[in-house]
Structure formats: structure tokens, C-alpha cells
């Protein structure tokens, strides 16, 4: 359902701004979750006495696994793309290299696969895999599209130009077509994919982004069509000769630069689309108020998973480092929501539940979960809460290891971490379907 808020027009444009900056989405999700300290919530009740439990599960995932908890890596795209032991993103760097191609080259080619890997990272459904014909190996879930959106990118499926297949363009976007994608994909009857559709009309949308935008993508070849990778020419620019960039700056890129990218019928403020920015009635200040700008909550999920998992190649590659990068939130995501609904965190209220499993779309009865639209208030207060949640466990985590925010960012802590913890507890949970708590539709542009 679409909304469209509207505000006096000389005040709009510090609206709008606020709503997209990343400070946004702590600021007004710790107002949710004030209200779950509260107990005043709609749908929600918050037992804060189980965030340390919480916080010692993680910790020992991350003594499970690491042989130092310093020793985790930054949560980025790159990880997915070493699933099965097979260093995969390295390797390609190492191809490009005795091929002479230039390092600057190689991190705008990087950049490229990391845009578009990114942006395709939504959910799969659980019955979704794709078979790695190089390793016979197969994987699901965001690990599953790493894999499947490298070998379409090393297939030139996102070029336009035959001669040069190891690269992404605006052209090549813009002629792409479900079909291709579900080609790429390997999705069958027997192998179905959730948000097909809404996947290739975001990569189409992209394409029109980067013709739409030659500030922050300038064309690093004159007469070609512009490249995500030309992003990395625009931060070299507002660098001025220095290695060290304001993560706000990345972040203006990715939020502004890449606006067009996201569905236009979602939350409006006069008539200009926010993106993933939704409605949270228990906000409201009176009763029955139709919504206002005060009940909004943002989470920029995909913006902000596309600007952790640019930074690591940009740092690796091209040299370039980011501070600030605390102003960035845990992803307020199903895995990491997940967690904390498992753990007893959060508990969903009764009529809430009840109204979820009416429609829950599992077929398995001992697996069935509560399943909510997304733009449904009871998603927008989880994800809320996740926010602040996060912010809190790694607060905790950090006390039990003894490690400062600067020796343990949160970046750190999600790989290590939480995401894979709301992972492994979903499948102790529900071992058939390994799905979340709750389930979100979701239209492939979103999770």
C-alpha cells in the first residue's frame, strides 16, 4: 500500500533529508523501542532482561569459530562470496592481475560485481538453490545469489560489450530481461525463486540510475555507457588527493545516487518516494490520527548493506579508508530480528500471532510462523526494535570480551556474529524449513 505524507513544502526538503540520512534510522527506531521499554507497543513485548543471554549465545559462536574475536571480518558481500571454502572474489582479482589489468580498473570491476550482487541479495524463498557448476556444490539464500550473480557477471550477462564480459553498464541493465535473469538464476518449477520479477525491474532501474546520475557515476571511458564502478572515480574526486573519506559521503552516493533504484510506491513525502522507509502507527501521539511524518521509522536496509560491502573493496583494492563508519546500523533484517524472537527478546502478541498464521504460507504444520506483508506495522516495530537490539547486544558483547567499539565494531559483530547466530538458531528451531520466526512477503527488494 502505498503512502504519501504530505508537509508544508518549505519544510519538505529537511524532511526529506532527514528521513534518508543514516542517522535517521537509530534516532527514530530508539523512539520504538522506547515505547517497548514501555510496554505501550502495538505488537510487541520486550523482555530487555534476556539481551544478555542473547549477548553470550553470539559470543560463543564467535569463540566457536574465530581463534580471536578481533580476528572476524568487516559483515560484507565479500564473505558470501568465499562460501564453500573457495576464495572466489580473490581469485577473480588474481585473474585480472596477470592480465594486466590496473588496480584502479580492477576495484571499479569489483565495485561493479559488488552493486549488483548486492541489490539482487533479497530473499530467495527457502526452496531456492543454485548449483555451482565449477564446484558441484549447492547454496542457498544470499550465498546461493553471491555465487549465481558472479558466474552472470563472469558470463558478461550485465555488459553491454561482448569484448569486455567482466564488467556492469547501464546499457547492459537496461536490456536485461526476467527471462535472462531466470535463466542465470536457475529458476525452474522444481527450483522456484521469491521476487523474480521485482529483482530484474531493480537492476533495470539501476541502469536508468547510472544515466540519470553522472555525478556520482562520471564515465570512466568517454562514449561509454556509465558503470556502478564509476562510483569509485567520483569518491576519489571528493577525497582531494586524501586516503581518508567521511562514510557520509559513500552514504549520500548510495542513498541519493541510487534513489531511482527503489519501487515508487512505497512511503511518500509529497509525491518524492523515501524508499525503505514505512509507517509505525505505534508512533501515533492520538488515536486514529491518520499517518504523519513523526510515525515514519527508516532502515535503508539494502542501502546499508550495499555501503558495508562497498567499503572492503574499496579499502582492499583501491586504498581508500572510511571513518564514521559508526553512524551505520546492524541490518534490521529477518536473521538478525530472528535472533531475538527466538531468544525470547521479543515476543509477538497473541492477536498478532493469530492474524499471522491465518496467513503463513508454510506447508509444514509443526514449522508454521506468523507471515506479514512488509509494510505491515507489525514488521516495521521488529524492525525497529532490531535496531536498537543490536546496538544494545554488541554493547554487551563488548563487556564480555573486554573489547573497546573501535577493537569490536558492530560491522564485526554482525558477521561474527549475529546474523549467523539468528541463522543457527532458526534451524535448531525449525530444521525443515531452517526459515525465520516470522515471515515477511517480501518482493525482492527489500530482504
Not at 93 to 112: C, F, M, P, V, Y
Not at 398 to 407: N, S, V, Y
Request: glycine fraction near 8%; charge should be negative.
Amino acid at each position: 500500500m502505498t503512502v504519501d505524507i504530505t508537509v508544508d513544502s518549505a519544510h519538505a526538503p529537511a524532511v526529506v533529508r532527514e528521513l534518508k540520512s543514516v542517522e535517521s534510522v537509530r534516532s527514530r527506531s530508539e523512539r520504538v523501542y522506547a515505547l517497548g521499554v514501555a510496554h505501550k507497543l502495538d505488537h510487541f513485548d520486550l523482555a530487555t532482561d534476556k539481551i544478555p543471554a542473547v549477548a553470550q549465545y553470539v559470543v560463543d559462536i564467535i569463540h566457536r569459530d574465530y581463534a580471536a574475536p578481533t580476528d572476524v571480518p568487516p559483515h560484507s558481500r565479500w564473505r558470501h562470496f568465499d562460501v564453500g571454502g573457495v576464495a572466489r572474489a580473490t581469485q577473480l582479482l588474481n585473474k585480472w592481475t596477470e592480465q594486466g589489468i590496473s588496480a584502479h580498473e580492477q576495484a571499479r570491476r569489483l565495485l561493479d560485481l559488488f552493486v549488483v550482487s548486492v541489490l539482487l541479495d533479497a530473499g530467495a524463498g527457502s526452496q531456492w538453490a543454485y548449483h555451482e557448476a565449477g564446484t558441484g556444490q549447492a547454496f542457498g539464500r544470499s550465498e546461493g545469489l553471491a555465487v549465481a550473480s558472479l558466474d552472470m557477471f563472469l558470463a558478461g550477462l550485465f555488459s553491454s560489450d561482448a569484448k569486455v564480459p567482466h564488467r556492469v553498464d547501464a546499457q547492459g541493465l537496461l536490456q536485461l530481461t526476467s527471462d535472462a535473469l531466470a535463466q542465470g538464476f536457475q529458476v525452474a518449477a522444481d527450483n522456484p525463486m521469491v521476487g523474480l520479477e521485482g529483482r530484474c525491474q531493480l537492476l533495470q532501474r539501476l541502469g536508468q540510475c547510472l544515466l540519470d546520475q553522472p555525478i556520482y557515476f562520471p564515465p570512466s571511458t568517454p562514449g561509454q555507457p556509465p558503470r556502478p564502478g564509476d562510483l569509485l572515480d567520483y569518491l576519489v574526486a571528493e577525497a582531494g588527493g586524501q586516503s581518508l573519506v567521511p562514510v557520509t559521503t559513500l552514504w549520500d552516493l548510495v542513498i541519493n545516487g541510487l534513489a531511482g533504484v527503489w519501487p515508487p510506491t512505497r512511503t511518500l513525502v509529497n509525491g518524492q518516494s523515501m524508499g525503505d522507509v514505512w509507517v509505525c502507527p505505534s508512533l501515533r501521539t492520538t488515536p486514529g490520527a491518520p499517518p504523519s511524518v513523526d510515525q515514519l521509522v527508516c532502515f535503508h536496509k539494502l542501502s546499508q548493506w550495499l555501503t558495508y560491502s562497498l567499503m572492503e573493496p574499496i579499502t582492499q583494492v583501491a586504498g581508500l579508508t572510511f571513518q564514521g563508519v559508526e553512524l551505520l546500523t546492524g541490518l534490521p533484517e529477518y536473521r538478525n530480528g530472528g535472533l531475538f524472537v527466538d531468544l525470547g527478546v521479543l515476543t509477538l502478541k497473541e492477536a498478532d500471532k493469530q492474524r499471522g498464521l491465518s496467513a503463513s504460507l508454510v506447508a509444514e504444520p509443526a514449522e508454521r510462523v506468523p507471515t506479514f506483508a512488509i509494510d505491515d506495522p507489525v514488521v516495521a516495530e521488529w524492525r525497529a526494535l532490531t535496531v536498537v537490539l543490536l546496538d544494545q547486544t554488541a554493547a554487551q558483547i563488548r563487556e564480555i570480551l573486554k573489547l573497546t567499539a573501535d577493537q569490536l565494531p558492530l560491522a564485526q559483530i554482525l558477521e561474527g556474529g549475529t546474523w549467523k547466530a539468528g541463522r543457527e538458531i532458526a534451524a535448531k528451531h525449525r530444521p525443515k524449513t531452517r526459515g525465520p520466526p516470522i515471515a515477511i512477503l517480501s518482493d525482492g527488494t527489500v530482504f
